[in-house]
């Protein structure tokens, strides 16, 4: 079945609507004390919604942006896994369920089934609203989405699942519940397992630990990286993230205070996917992926790539595509940060 069309603007109409009844000014101090609070080092300190004000101020504030950068990870997941089609959702951390949005737009309501969403959270607001948005919805998955309070990152285990989404969720917790909840996360997961985080160095950080967790738990991972290996980049002195445009309305300007119809959504994200009993993988990792926006030039294209065969250590390449390569030089011309790369570029340089 295919994703229901436009998911993206039937969640901001869900949004819009829920702004309406709320007074501009009480919207826009609800939301800089969470930014206030969200900004902040200690993961204690991460406030909580104390209200449906505060709900409804951070999911304006935030959800589209979220929904982006989760629909743009799972898209990235089915991308290399074509044929996989979860059946079974468990959003762990899920809030109001900007992830649950993103799997009914990379999957719709699943081939000939109607994919069963759990959101498990501990903020009783969040899964209110999470609700009630999800009332609004044309797809029958999100529509028929269970949202259940619980703790996040106990010693107790997750329920199982064939796809496990952790988005925006790590940076709130403490390193040992952190690890907890990754662990559990892997598993709880029958196919697949995504952790999506803010763009940052501190984000990526979190994404690489629980991407190590994941690989230590018998995971493979099939984006953004192009192997399983140690990521080639050099630990503090740089960070893999990408971008997402987010389209706002009127209403988000006002919550947020800009002028711009736009922003840019920086996130950094894993996802991987548990092999099948015989050991082969349900899809396989690009050649090459772009990590920096690629530079055109004359008559050439420069391409920074990270690549690297499964099980070995990854490699970062510069690649030099030139107009002589036409078929790869119309390719590279038309390729954006954070796409992956299959063609054969024309001559690379390592980069160090």
Known sequence: MLAPLHIDEELRDALAGLLDGLPPRRAAGAVERLIAGYRGSDPAGVPVLRDRADVVAYAAYRMPATFEAAAAALGALADRAPDLDPATHLD??????????????TWGDGGGHTRATTVLDRAEPALALGRELAETSESAAVRAAEWRRAPIGTDGGLPAADLVTVSYVLGELPENVRHRL????????????????PGTPAGYGRVIEARGRLIDAGLRVLAPCPHSGACPLEPGADWCHFAVRVSRSSLHRQ?????????????????????DPDGTLPGAPAGARIVRRPQLRKGQVLLDLCTGPDGERGGLRRATVTRRHRPAYRAARDAAWGDTWDEEPGGEEARE
């Not at 762990?92 to 737009?105: D, F, I, L, N, Y």
């Not at 559990?184 to 985080?197: K, L, P, T």
């Open 255 to 275: 919550v947020k205070g800009g002028s711009l119809a736009y922003e840019d959504e920086k996130f950094s994200y894993v996802a991987a996917v548990r092999p």
């Open 182 to 197: 990754v662990d559990a996360a892997a598993e709880a997961a029958g196919r697949a397992v995504v952790i999506v985080e």
């Open 92 to 105: 762990v951390g899920g809030g109001t369920g900007a992830a649950v949005w993103a799997a009914a737009a």
